[in-house]
Structure formats: structure tokens, C-alpha cells
């Protein structure tokens, strides 16, 4: 059972990166699978969650108009679009998948963590 996260790295402000997130050894389609990042010193925040079954992902505030959540089920893999990049985005991010009814971040911890991938926003 594992979540490999790709595509991080070094990107200048105003740039933009891709992170993947294949999943394996579950089935996927039970999972509701989130993007959550943590920076040098500060709390883990998700960024991008299922707080509902059946609705759209939740975006933090601090991201919302810049990235965007999409998957490819066929594939067990999601991918977080991170346009517009600022220095304070630089953090180590994860994906993370919860079962479906269990993916509100705000009141679940994920049981399926990444090893998480760097994105480095330099200015």
C-alpha cells in the first residue's frame, strides 16, 4: 500500500509545477486522495481536500485561484497544477488518501501518507 508523490522542485515565483500522486496495492476509487504541504516550521495544512463525498475539492485559502485538483482514476493517480507560484509556497508536499466519508481534513487524519516531495519557490 503505498502513494508516490512526483514532480517537485526548484521553480522561480510567478512559475508553475505539476505534482503527481500514483497510488498502489489499494483500490483507489475508495479513497479520497488530498494534497497537504508542510513548511520549515509551521503546521501541516491541506490544500487541497474532499471535505464532501461527491462535491468539488476544497482549496485553502492561501491557494484557491492558483492550483487545481485533477485525476485520472484509470491511471490511480491525481495531480495538483500549482500556477502563479509564490515564495511561500515552498514546503514539503504529500498526498494522502482517507477513505470516502472520512476525507474531511479538518476532522480526519489521512491513514495512506506519502514520502512527500520538495517544491522550492525561489524569488
Known amino acids: 500500500v503505498q502513494l508516490v508523490e512526483s514532480g517537485g522542485g526548484l521553480v522561480q515565483a510567478g512559475g508553475s509545477l505539476r505534482l503527481s500522486c500514483a497510488g498502489s496495492?489499494?483500490?483507489?476509487?475508495?479513497?479520497?486522495i488530498g494534497w497537504y504541504r508542510q513548511a520549515p516550521g509551521k503546521e501541516r495544512e491541506g490544500i487541497s481536500y474532499f471535505k464532501i463525498t461527491g462535491e468539488s475539492p476544497h482549496y485553502a485559502d492561501s491557494v484557491k485561484g492558483r492550483f487545481a485538483y485533477s485525476s485520472d482514476n484509470a491511471k490511480n493517480t491525481v495531480y495538483l497544477q500549482m500556477n502563479s507560484l509564490k515564495p511561500e509556497d515552498t514546503a514539503v508536499y504529500y498526498c494522502?488518501?482517507?477513505?470516502?466519508?472520512?476525507?474531511?481534513?479538518?476532522?480526519?487524519?489521512?491513514?495512506?501518507w506519502g514520502q512527500g516531495t520538495q517544491v522550492t519557490v525561489s524569488s
Open positions: 496495492g489499494f483500490t483507489f476509487d475508495d479513497y479520497a
Open positions: 494522502a488518501a482517507a477513505p470516502w466519508g472520512y476525507s474531511d481534513y479538518e476532522r480526519y487524519e489521512p491513514r495512506i
